[in-house]
């Protein structure tokens, strides 16, 4: 299949935000006494916040009202929020810059495919709002990774059909909600080596658009 469009997951491939939800977490968890180590934190990729509460809650030893719930994500969010103040263009990833620029002269549309309902203040931090030809987030979703709700979102917004989409995720709900809206799916960092990923890699410094090129046939939409 040809392909027309990358959409690009966020936390965790295009910035460094992965590490500022697990530090958000661990805060709350700390303070609330519940167990929270980073290979439970593995789990929360891609997964919007409230499931993410309640996997976290799994080794909680009691139960907790919905409005403690609330509480508890909102303060998650808060501690989240403090360490994106200090977000620039520095902590955009290694090798992006450089693919989104070969995507660009390929005339491919680019997105971003995000669970996060902080996108458009991480994307405005990092000075890359006017990149992206379409943004589709968790603000403009119901069900969150491993649906495919969110890469449909951004197929329909860039106007390509979803068959001619390639996906970046570094989470394996990710892949997974690729895989079920029938995109094709690169996969880094965590999700690297997913039998479900078409081309993995440690991270996209690794990743060029030649090399893609070897395993997917650019054909921009026209017009
Ligand atoms: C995803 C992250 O991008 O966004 C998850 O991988 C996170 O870890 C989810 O829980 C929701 O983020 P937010 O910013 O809406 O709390
Ligand atoms: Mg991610």
Redesign the pocket.
Known sequence: MRIAAVIF????VIVS??EF??L??KRMADEEGIPFDRSM?ER??????M??LEIILEKAGRPYTDDEKKEL?GR??NY?RQLLENLSPANILPGVMGLLDGLRQEGVRIAVG??????PV?IEKIGLFHVFDAIA???GIVN??PDPEVFLLAAQKLGVEPARCLVVE??E??VIAARAAGMRVVAVGSAANSPQADFSADDLSEVTVSDLADYFIWEPIKG
């Open positions: 997951d966020l936390d965790g935000t992965d939800h697990y958000g977490w934190n929360l990729r891609g997964v919007s916040r499931e993410s994500a998650k969010n989240y995000s669970s996060s309902r902080n996108t991480i987030d968790g603000n969150s990774k570094d989470a709900a990710g």
